[in-house]
């Protein structure tokens, strides 16, 4: 199953039996939108809402962490997912959120998921069905997770990181968050960078239409920073949200997708005895 499908493929396929369509949509803290509430209203037909602040560790107060093996287990079975499921991400915002669950999807062994192109402002575009009635709480599967922990990088490899230089850290925020010239949109972090990233805002990935770029000029964007295959990459950013979208990225350009900080910012940005840069230290 390629990473990224089409609009058209998604809706050739809505009747089989084995896809599963999971809307992962999910907004930022100062966004007063609310992600489950207009899934209820509207969503591609059949879609369940695999819910981020859900699917986590709740032992930990760093939003939507990676959960236990057996607890994703648990709640992908809940959504009907099993081993033999074609799984398709889509967020109500475009190319933002859905490669975050495309991306847990293979952390815990199933490669047989993919993001949509364009998500559901491109499926309206096109006038495709919407289910609007109350959701149906789909059938319970059985799910089996093998964790590839390869894929996903903690705190104390990611200064390890930082400190011997051993990987390009890629951090997907926008770029005066990056700089620390623009707040955070969570209280209590620093602003700024970890030392050595570059910075390649998730959006910079996408067409004027929400749709990811081809992989030429996907491909001329990641080697811009240093990312041509020939190093290996961390992806990062807030939350570990959009900077899986940088992982999908690299996936549709057909270069090795490497890790994701699972703390992102959220972690590295709240603690104080970790190492920032920001603008401000040029001078």
């Known amino acids: 199953m390629t990473p990224l499908v089409s ?13 599963v369509v999971c809307d992962c949509s999910f907004y930022l803290p100062n966004d007063p939108r609310n992600a489950a509430a207009l899934f209820r209203e509207a969503r591609i037909p059949g ?33 009907g997912i099993s081993n033999r499921s074609k799984v398709v991400f889509y967020d109500q915002i475009g190319l933002f959120s859905a490669a975050r669950g495309w991306w847990m999807m293979r952390v815990f062994g199933h490669d047989e998921a993919a993001v949509l192109d364009g998500g559901l402002p491109k499926w309206r575009a ?22 590839n922990p390869t894929l996903v990088r903690d705190l104390a490899e990611m200064q390890a990181t930082v400190a011997d230089a051993s990987a390009l850290i890629l951090d997907a925020r926008p770029a005066g968050r990056f700089a620390g010239t623009a707040p955070e949109p969570r209280p209590g972090l620093r602003g700024g960078h970890m030392p050595g990233a570059r910075n390649i805002p998730f959006n910079q990935l996408l067409a004027a239409d929400g749709t990811m770029l081809p992989p030429d000029q996907l491909r001329a964007r990641f080697a811009a920073e240093g990312a041509d295959g020939a ?12 900077g899986a979208v940088l992982t999908l990225g690299l996936a549709v350009a057909g270069l090795p997708t490497g890790t994701l900080y699972d703390g992102s910012w959220s972690e590295w940005g709240g603690r104080p005895d970790t190492a920032v840069e920001s603008q401000n230290d040029a001078g």
């Open 126 to 147: 096109e006038n495709r069905p919407l289910e609007t009635a109350e959701p149906v709480l789909p059938s319970p599967a059985t799910f089996r997770a093998a964790p």
């Open 47 to 79: 879609a369940r809402f695999f819910d981020i602040d859900v699917i986590r560790d709740a032992a930990t107060d760093l939003p939507h962490m990676l959960p236990s093996a057996d607890a994703f287990a648990e709640m992908a079975g809940a959504l």
């Open 7 to 19: 609009t058209h493929w998604l809706a050739e396929r809505l009747e089989d039996p084995d896809l």
């Open 231 to 242: 190093r290996p990459v961390v992806t990062s950013c807030g939350t570990g949200v959009t």
